[in-house]
């Protein structure tokens, strides 16, 4: 919705919630002979651009493939380029996810290749003026700096933080740069977002990712969407959801607190409290197991645990369920119904169900609620979790994460050596780059670092409560909102701490103007991937290849080659490209992907070479918008974009995975089944598959993964080359970097990493079976007798961490109304780059708060005036009200794409000159509060505590 009411005043005065088109080109020093001039207040998006220096239109004509650097659809895109100007765009509708179709952001994307509000070159804050500085200048005196908290507080008092808009080569070298500066201080978004996804649905079957793809969706029966928004948030994998609503019939069942316009859609809407999604499945799950409903021979053959699953449903009765969720028996029943007779089935779901304290819980009975229907590894079926960020698939992969290395290895020994196989270095050498003292029993080089949601408690938590040397002394910001991050008033106490603040981004960021520091921040011109190319993996698991679409502009790096320049100031250059050709200072990105297609087994990485990527993206008509599977032509056969795991080298030409745990295929042409990751058995019990396997596999039933010794047992070791079986020797089937025990397995039909049941039981997790808890700023206090919090914790990913202390605290009578947040279509992320473009900044000009009238009347707040939101922790941002029905009574949802205000104050002032937003308002964040997932310390944002008042 556009939250804006024209005039129609000559003055064009403001009216109603937002500005006139003339006030906002006023406001943001936009004239009618500048942008508008350019086609700004024009009727379409996909058109002509004209360009700001004058392009002959008989210029030679050159067309970029690009693919869109927004959500994690990975819509494609045509870029036209003329004498090194991008003029014109169109999305491309041969491209196999897209098919033609764009979003309001996809439309936009040109301006983020030549954005005048762009960070134009590198500078620094002195005396709290912005000074422009040379490269040379700013990376010698970040450099300096750095080395000396280094020498004084030891490499962990440096923050790494990265990003999910890095393309795969420069998040795997971003890790690596992490690692050989010596820290596991590391992070990116995912962690604020689908950390609890990947550790949910790793620990239920094997790895933490979407199973299917928005195309197969087109051949559900059923779809359950929950805490998922794709109408606004990825809108293009809409076509796909609607597809099958209108060819198969499919049921679109939305359940969320907030009428979305994904609900606007949907055959059932399901209104549910903030915080109660495990009680909502349990309770779907009771009518299911009451009914007899569940595929009872697919549980036999694949599922561990399930009877403790009816354990802990039994006592979701109906009369239960309503009283935690708020759903009523009818239509309980009458959803559980609907799953049931429209199998296959699939369930989506997104921050609205990650979000939370209890964020792994949910994520685990979302995957019990899909496995007891059956519907796992079919096509139409699975778990597909829509990822935000364009990247955030694979940097997550890459482990640009806290507790792993790139491809899910842990920190134990045994990782660190394989990499440093993969990397030609000396492990002894990178493990003294790490603080070599122990902390509670623990080296750094083998603990989780310091999560990006618990970067501010680095700061300002005792030293003496951190399992590190010293507090976090500088943070380097790559790539990052702040303004995505919960607790915006401690943020700011971080901030203003730190003796260093470093942001590496195409535009400021909130980070720059929303502290009161005086100097030590460096703002470093960062390239969009416009200005780039390489490698990109799509929610889907798909690796994209992208075009350079234009030259960096104005004096911006690429940010592969500022961790180029960084590492050879910081003295470990020689070590980081030991096997990448760097040219003067530009490393070469395909060297970067043969990097890493040498060292990820785990969720074969290792198939994708560059050659094979680029093969795909220049036919990308030959594949099906149905099956991703191309039809003649020279990948005939193959997966678009080879969702991994791609197994082996790039020369067995594995055709990648398009569907996970998929028995009805060989192992060769795509097929999987569960992983054997937990062992063999539990208790006595076989935690292997039962009478279930891929097609041809010559196991027939479960089997542990794929070592020397079992290939050697099973009498297959002659099936290796001598080459192959001398360096398979001792490893196993993520180790061997020759590929050879991949290769033996799959050609005996088996999967490498073994066949193993789905667990619904997690027993290394807080509650085995996942359990409805209170969030811990709950207004629902009679619930917290049988539904409350953890006890506190000593130490989690280093640090103290709070539950019981701060739920036993009853702040609901002054903060009684529940506030939650998420998206809207024509923003992404913390905004800074979507409000930063014209043609979206106008389409919504005010940060708001939705309301329900209810509320509103009883509170005296009327729709479009000014409103203050309080958090329960006094955290306060003031909105225009916007009152509608969308949300119940008793929520309160805001936006979380804004910035550049904070706590009533217009921040604009401080933003480097003609560097500002087009559009600012306070960040969502600013209000919200304390709570973290133990597994992962996901934020919780999803659901606290808030008070509205009018300002």
């Given at each position: ?11 064009g005065?403001q009216?109603?919630?937002?500005l006139?088109?003339r006030a906002f080109?006023?406001n ?18 996909i058109?002509?651009a004209e360009a700001?220096?004058?392009?002959s239109?008989?210029a030679?004509?050159?067309?970029k493939r ?6 994690s659809?990975?819509?494609g ?5 003329q004498?090194?100007v ?16 764009h979003?309001?952001?996809?439309a936009?994307l040109?301006?983020?290749?030549h954005g ?6 590198p500078?620094k ?9 040379s490269?040379?200048q ?9 080395q000396?908290?280094r020498?004084e ?7 790494w ?11 795997y ?7 050989l ?5 590391v992070?990116h978004q ?8 990947v550790?949910?649905v ?17 051949n559900?029966?059923s779809?359950?969407l929950?805490g998922?928004n ?8 809409m076509?796909h959801?609607?597809l099958a ?11 969320d607190?907030?009428?979305?316009r ?6 059932e809407y399901?209104?549910i409290?903030?915080?109660?999604d495990?009680a ?13 409903w ?9 599922v561990?645990?399930?009877?403790e ?7 979701w ?13 009818a239509q309980m029943?009458k959803?559980?119904?609907m ?11 997104c921050?609205?169900?990650t ?7 949910n ?5 019990i ?12 079926g ?7 960020h ?11 994460l ?5 491809g ?8 660190w050596?394989?990499w440093?196989?993969?990397w030609?270095?000396?492990f002894?050498w990178?493990?003294n ?6 902390y509670?029993?623990?080296?750094p080089?083998?603990?989780?670092g310091?999560?990006v949601s618990r970067?501010?408690d680095?700061?300002l ?7 590190q040397?010293?507090?976090i002394r ?22 203003e ?12 960021t909130?980070?720059a103007v929303m ?9 470093l011109p ?11 993996t ?5 690796m994209?290849w992208?075009d ?6 104005f ?10 320049l ?5 003295g470990f250059s ?5 096997n990448?050709?760097?040219n003067?200072s530009?490393?070469l990105i395909e060297?970067?992907t043969?990097?890493f ?14 050659e094979?990527?680029?093969?795909h ?15 003649g ?7 678009y974009g080879l969702p991994?795991?791609c ?9 990648g ?6 028995t009805?295929?060989?192992v ?6 569960f ?14 598959s039962?009478?279930s396997?891929?097609?041809?596999a010559e196991?027939?039933g ?6 020397d010794?079992?290939i050697k047992?099973l ?6 080359t001598?080459?192959e079986?001398a360096?398979a020797?001792?490893?196993?089937w ?7 025990i991949?290769r ?10 073994g ?5 619904a039981v ?12 209170e969030p811990?700023?709950?207004?629902r206090?009679?619930l917290?007798k049988d539904?409350?919090?953890w ?8 640090l ?10 009853d ?5 009684p109304?529940?506030?939650t ?7 992404e ?19 708001f708060?939705?309301i ?8 005296n707040?009327r ?5 203050w ?6 955290g ?6 916007m009152?509608?029905?969308r949300?119940g009574r ?7 794409h ?15 000159q ?5 559009v600012?308002g306070?960040?969502?964040?600013t209000a919200t509060t304390?709570?973290?997932d ?6 919780e ?8 008042t009018?300002?």
């Open positions: 919705m556009k939250l804006t009411k024209k005039s129609n005043t000559s003055s005065q009216q109603g919630l937002g006139s088109r080109l006023k943001t020093g936009v004239t009618t002979g500048g942008l508008a001039a350019a086609g700004f207040m024009g009727q379409t998006m058109r002509k700001q220096t004058a392009v239109p008989n030679p004509k050159e067309v690009t693919i869109c650097s927004h959500c659809v990975g819509c895109v045509y870029a036209e380029v004498n090194g991008w003029t014109h765009q169109e999305p491309a509708f041969d491209h196999p996810f897209n098919r033609g179709a979003c309001a952001k996809g936009a040109r301006e983020h290749g005048e509000r762009r960070l134009k070159y500078m804050l002195v005396n709290g003026k912005w000074q422009k500085v490269w040379d700013a990376i010698n005196e970040v450099g300096d700096k750095i000396q908290i020498s507080s030891g490499p962990d008092s440096v923050y933080l990265g990003s999910a808009k890095h393309n795969n080569e420069q998040a070298l971003f890790r690596k740069f992490a690692a500066w010596g820290t596991n201080n992070d995912a962690r604020i977002c689908h950390s609890t996804t550790a949910g790793a620990n239920t079957w094997g790895y933490g990712a979407m199973t299917n793809s928005f195309n197969d969706m087109q559900c029966k779809i359950i929950i998922s794709p109408a606004e948030a990825h809108p293009v994998s076509q959801i609607l609503k209108e060819r198969n019939k499919a049921k679109i069942i939305v359940v607190p907030r009428f979305t994904t609900a606007a859609k949907a055959n399901v209104r409290r903030p915080g109660t495990v909502y499945v349990w309770g779907l799950l009771w009518h299911i197991f009451q009914n007899g569940e595929d009872q021979e697919f549980i036999r053959q694949r561990y645990g399930m009877e699953v009816r354990e802990e449903v039994a006592r009765t109906p009369a239960e369920v309503e009283n935690v969720t708020g759903v009523g028996e029943y959803v559980a119904k799953l049931a007779e429209s199998r296959p089935g699939s369930i989506v779901w921050m609205g169900g979000q939370h304290t209890t964020g792994n819980n994520t685990r009975a979302y995957c609620l899909m496995l007891a229907l059956g519907n796992m590894g079919k096509s139409g699975g778990t597909n979790i829509f990822r935000g364009d990247n955030v698939q694979g940097a997550t992969d890459l482990g640009v806290s507790h792993t290395l790139p899910y290895y842990g920190l134990a020994d045994g990782s050596k394989h440093c196989r993969v030609g270095l000396d002894e990178v493990q780059r790490f603080d070599q003292n122990q509670n029993g623990k080296k080089i083998n603990n989780n310091i999560p970067w501010v680095g700061v938590e005792n030293k003496a409560n951190i399992e040397k010293d507090n500088a943070m380097v910001y790559w790539g990052h909102a702040v303004n995505s991050q919960t607790r915006g008033v401690e943020m700011k106490k971080a901030m701490k730190l003796d260093l603040m470093v942001i590496v981004d195409p535009y400021p909130h980070a502290h009161d520091r005086k100097d030590g921040v460096y703002l960062a390239c969009t991937q416009f200005e780039t190319y390489g490698s990109v799509a929610s889907n698991r798909s994209q992208r350079q679409v234009i030259e960096p502009l004096e911006s790096k690429t940010d592969h080659e500022i961790m180029y960084m590492s050879k100031k910081l020689e070590q980081l490209f030991k990448i050709k760097v003067g530009i490393p060297d970067i043969r990097e297609n040498r060292g990820m087994w785990t969720i074969g990485y290792t198939g994708h070479s560059p094979r990527l680029k093969e993206q220049q036919n990308w008509h030959t594949f099906s918008f149905q099956t991703l599977q191309a039809e032509g020279s990948a005939h056969g193959e997966y991994w795991p197994w082996g080298t790039p020369e067995m030409k594995h055709p995975t398009p569907i996970l745990y998929d009805s295929k060989p060769a042409e795509g097929g999987l089944n992983r054997t990751r937990f062992g063999v058995e539990r208790n006595g019990v076989s935690l292997l039962e009478d396997y891929p097609v041809n196991i027939k479960g089997h542990p993964e794929f070592t010794k079992l047992q009498g297959w070791w002659g099936d290796l001598p080459e079986q360096a020797e001792g490893k196993n993520k180790t061997d970097l020759s590929g050879g991949q033996v397995a799959i050609k005996h039909g088996c999967a490498p990493f066949n193993a049941k789905a667990r997690v027993w290394t997790f807080p509650d085995q079976v996942p359990k409805h808890r811990l700023y709950t207004n206090r009679d917290l539904y409350a919090t006890k506190d914790a000593a130490s989690i990913y280093r103290p961490t709070m539950y019981e202390s701060i739920q036993k605290n702040v609901s009578q002054e903060y109304i529940i506030l947040s998420g998206r809207l279509v024509e923003y992320g913390g905004g800074e780059e979507t409000r930063s473009n014209p043609w979206l900044a106008e389409l919504q000009q005010e940060m708060a939705e329900n009238p209810f509320d509103a009347n009883n509170l707040v729709d479009g005036a000014d409103i939101v309080e958090g329960a922790e006094g306060r941002i003031k909105v225009k009200a009152v509608t029905h949300v008793g929520v309160v949802f805001i936006p979380f804004f910035g550049g205000k904070f706590q009533g104050k217009d921040l604009t002032s401080k933003y480097p003609g560097s500002a937003p087009y600012v306070e960040a969502a964040n304390y709570g973290y133990p597994v992962t310390l996901m934020q944002t999803k659901v606290t505590l808030c008070k509205v009018p300002a």
